[in-house]
């Protein structure tokens, strides 16, 4: 499975699905295989039991999944982030991971390519009220954070995206206070839900889509799911979000797919899944009740929204 190099991925030339769903018994199948610092050559994702975990919905299109986004850093129109993004490099890229751990350190992102990927077709449901469903490829935060030996006052993990306004176009506005920044608690972080995402449709992970590696954590609003990541820092206090800095009346900092509390512009009720013209009922915690309800026992959730 040959990957281009992410300065040559443009949204034209991704694996489209006819040749992702050919690839799927082979992915199904691979152990796994060392992705090179130039170019990628092989992204194969091996299934786990979390695999498929957005039950029968029907996949997104890649047109869909790369041209519809919100990454403020690139614009704020749904188009702006495909039109734009093409001017962020990529390469070199590290992630600093530091604060409670027991040894900080840099990761290059061809050190966290090493981490074993596998496949995860996840839901994903916009504060604003629209939702997709996303086959990425990626491997469990967890697996980094075991990694770093948290020490005992690790109780939150903060996130960072890369300010690099030369190259990030919305950056150059005051539309937020950058860098853009997100957090977790650790339980949340440590779930095996929440992943560290490099890819989508068994190719590399887009520009405009959160390159190089972003987060995904399903059960929340897209906007947790932080893209761009180049620093991962775990604290004893609950870290500063982006959005919640920028209007804490809207934006709370758990911010988990509830569509019995109403943002306070529009219901969360029900949301239109891109490519359908009917809504749909949104369901709690965006459909993953099951496996993360339990991390908010004896929680208001109206309160802690």
Request: aromatic residues 10%.
């Amino acid at each position: 499975m040959l990957i281009r190099k992410p300065a040559d991925h443009l949204p034209s030339d991704i694996t489209s699905e006819s040749v992702y769903f050919n690839r799927r018994q082979f992915m199904a199948g691979a152990a796994g295989l060392l992705l090179s610092a130039e170019t990628l050559a092989g992204l194969a994702a091996k299934k786990s039991p979390l695999s498929q975990l957005a039950g029968n919905d029907k996949l997104n299109s890649l047109k869909d999944i790369t041209s519809y986004n919100n990454f403020y850093e690139f614009g704020t129109d749904k188009s702006d982030p495909a039109e734009n993004a093409h001017t962020l490099r990529t390469r070199p890229w590290s992630v600093l991971v530091d604060g409670e751990v027991a040894k900080p350190r840099r990761f290059s992102i061809e050190e966290l390519l090493k981490f074993p990927l596998e496949e995860r077709v996840y839901r994903l449901r916009c504060v604003e009220g629209w939702s997709m469903v996303i086959p990425w490829v990626g491997f469990p935060l967890a697996s980094l954070i075991k990694q770093m030996n948290p020490t005992s006052r690790a109780k939150y993990v903060s996130f960072e995206t890369l300010q690099r306004p030369s190259e990030m176009p919305g950056q150059r506005q005051a539309v937020l206070d950058w860098p853009y920044r997100e957090g977790l608690r650790i339980d949340e972080a440590m779930h095996p839900l929440a992943i560290l995402s490099v890819g989508l449709y068994g190719n590399v992970l887009p520009n405009q889509n959160g390159a190089p590696i972003r987060l995904v954590v399903p059960w929340k609003y897209g906007f947790k799911s932080i893209k761009s990541i180049v620093r991962i820092r775990l604290q004893e206090t609950m870290p500063a979000t982006s959005w919640n800095m920028a209007n804490a009346h809207e934006y709370g900092f758990y911010s988990n797919v509830n569509p019995d509390v109403d943002h306070p512009r529009w219901s969360q009720a029900s949301e239109r899944r891109i490519g359908e013209f009917f809504k749909r009922k949104t369901l709690p915690f965006n459909g993953y009740a099951e496996q993360v309800a339990g991390l908010y026992r004896g929680m208001d959730l109206r309160k802690n929204f």
